[in-house]
């Protein structure tokens, strides 16, 4: 028997190579912060690589290929990345005759849910016969919300920095901060000057906020402090 996912390493038993399953275990546990982050690619009018048509203003996001609105909204529905790991999770219940968990909740709770617990499962699912099979379609999601974010990337290769915008950060003399930024998916980003952090569900915002753009009334942050967490 062949790892079914990296088609090199030869098992004794089981689908998942050593490697793989961390890999595979890796990919669960990011793809919750892969679901939000795509939040920023939803609407090419407001956010996302196509910029801020209706501002007026070419930003440097405009520099970036259109979205794929339909494809995050499939990826972002219940039917996309939460549907596909809820499915397996009650593969695996029934699999193990385990109770079937509802679902219920919000698309958040769902998929946070989803996640952990097929991650709680890996070791059920090294050893499964459908563990290989269960394992490409994680990472065809993955490579999925890859292709949306970093377009032309290849599968695994480690994705190139996304210029997110400029640190709005503003300090108690009223100066913004105005440190480039750049997206890196595997972590929240944070600011090399003022410290500030931006975890992906703020990158909306961020984007939102950039120098020349003209928010809608009502959606200034009041203190002028930048959506992430408090400044150092
Ligand atoms: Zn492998
Ligand atoms: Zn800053």
Same mark, same amino acid.
């Given at each position: 028997m062949i790892c079914t996912l990296c088609s090199t390493h030869q098992l004794d038993h089981g689908r998942l190579c050593p490697d +793989?399953?961390?890999t595979t275990l890796g990919r669960l546990a990011q793809l919750p912060r892969l679901w939000a982050t *795509?939040? @920023?690619? $939803?609407?090419p009018g407001t956010a996302g690589p196509a910029g801020p048509a209706q501002y007026g203003g070419r930003t440097r996001m405009a520099e970036a290929p259109m979205p794929l609105n339909q494809e995050v909204l499939d990826l972002? &529905?219940?039917g996309g990345i939460i549907g596909v790991l809820e499915d397996w999770r009650e593969a695996i219940h029934s699999e193990r005759h385990l109770p079937v968990p509802a679902r219920t909740g919000s698309l958040w709770y769902r998929l946070t849910?989803?996640?952990a617990g097929l991650q709680d499962q890996v070791h059920f699912i090294v050893l499964w016969e459908q563990g290989g099979q269960l394992a490409l379609e994680v990472r065809h999601l993955v490579d999925r919300v890859r292709a949306v974010v970093q377009p032309g990337r290849a599968l695994?290769?480690?994705?190139?920095? !996304?210029? $997110? &915008?400029y640190c709005i950060a503003v300090d108690e003399g009223g100066?913004? +901060? &105005?440190?480039? $930024?750049? @997206?890196? *998916?595997?972590? !929240?980003?944070? +600011? &090399?000057w003022c410290l500030c952090q931006y975890p992906p569900d703020t990158w909306l915002a961020l984007r939102r906020f950039q120098p020349g753009n003209h928010p809608p009334p009502g959606e200034q942050p009041a203190d002028g402090r930048a959506p992430g967490t408090a400044a150092a």
């Open positions: +793989c399953a961390r *795509l939040e @920023a690619w $939803l609407s972002r &529905g219940p849910r989803a996640s695994d290769e480690p994705p190139e920095p !996304t210029f $997110l &915008g100066i913004i +901060c &105005g440190r480039r $930024l750049w @997206a890196d *998916l595997r972590r !929240t980003v944070q +600011c &090399g």
